[in-house]
């Protein structure tokens, strides 16, 4: 069945609405519908909707969008001042705003006139009909660039899971298309800067360390910001991640002086920032440390960090010792995981590798749950079309038990090529454009 997302335009102080289906591929029912244009609804496709508006310095309002009556789909109301619909996210609904009315958003945003649970509501929605072509990726990035100094953690789980899968989409785009490698590569840079903008007072603010009595949400908050910073080459955070870590080295194999262990939460963070930026030092380290510890959950860390290097050798080796008698079999998907994270090229060592070892891996991975995550993480990060019939082909001559993670990993394959289809160039152009 589904549900709706609702489109709002403004003409003057007369709102229209109108809605349709939301499909995550982007894909539109051919019954798409709009009373306003008098088009036939599809029976089962359109939902009596009640939303709350808020307007013109906080006054509210409720309207109810009867798919019987077309006189539902547009409201008078006073001024555009401060619209916001569908406060506190209280109808199952998306809501898209327009350019003209999403601008208005953006302004609230920035002067702090939202709480998080309305922040997250737009940016969770924005990020999906963008992903859907619904909404033009330069206006998802200048909505983004809204949240600079963003406080709460769950707001930034949403904008880091966009934020990760347009990193994504930019590393494809400079192996496996045919967009300008100089552009994309500026395209990238500056997409790093808006993050660092974004994160970096942020950090700031929290700082490394917690205080005794801090909120939760500082607690949750902290790794994601230092993981964000790392994973972009912030140099002040790299440079102290590498210190902590140096230290932390020091004291769990030789003082033993657990005052100058990192703290478990930061660990992930920090490992993880270390061998994104580091050499083969920081690789046998991390490898110290795991043959040390003593603890699962301490382990799944290091093994998902030693997927991380940038270096060919040094993800030959984490392969290899990951393959090892040294790591459980239920333990390996975690290193797997960091090379789907990566980078592309890691991506594409992963996909080699489940190629090369088809006929073993059930064995090697020891449940059929743990084979499906790794068969759909070595290609479902693809997005080129031709990619997809790379694809498509192996999983023909190599059927697997897991059939449905292989079936919807393609269909990521699919959306993804057609995210880059439609909007690569305007992503590109738009980042390249950017002065921070």
Known sequence: MGYPVVKITADGCTLKFCQQRFLSDGSQDSGEFTFELNIHQIEGYSWPIPLKLIHSKDQAMTHFID????????????????????????????????????????????????????????????????????????????????????????????????????????????????????????????????????????????????????????????????????????????EEAKARFSTHVDAVLKSGQESNQIVPDLRKSIYATCMRHGNEGIFDALLQLYEKSTMADEKMKLLLCLGLPSDLKLRQRAIDFNMSDAVRKQDRYATFTGFYSASAESRRDLWNFVKENIKSLPDDLGSQSLLSHVCSISCSGFAHFDREKEVQAFWDANPMKCKMAIKQSIEEIKIKASQLARDGQNLIDKLCDMTQ
């Open 67 to 238: 798919p019987k009556e077309s006189s539902s789909n547009v409201v008078q109301i006073p001024s555009l001042d401060g619209l916001l619909v569908n406060p506190g996210r209280l109808s199952f609904v998306r809501v898209h705003y327009s350019g003209q009315l999403l601008n208005g958003i953006n302004k609230m945003i920035q002067t702090g006139q939202l709480g998080p649970r309305d922040r997250l509501a737009i940016i969770d929605d924005q990020i999906s009909l963008a992903f859907t072509g619904q909404l033009p990726i330069s206006e998802l990035i200048d909505l983004m660039s809204a949240y600079v100094g963003e406080s709460h953690h769950i707001v930034w789980d949403s904008l880091y899971f966009g934020m990760s899968h347009i990193q994504l989409l930019l590393e494809e785009a400079k192996i496996d298309h045919a967009f300008d490698s100089c552009q994309v590569t500026l395209a990238i840079e500056n997409f790093h800067k808006l993050y660092q903008k974004m994160a970096e007072p942020v950090l700031n603010k929290i700082t490394w360390d917690a205080i005794p009595g801090e909120e939760g949400n500082d607690t949750l908050l902290r790794p994601m910001i230092i993981t964000i910073l790392g994973k972009t080459g912030y140099k002040p955070v790299v």
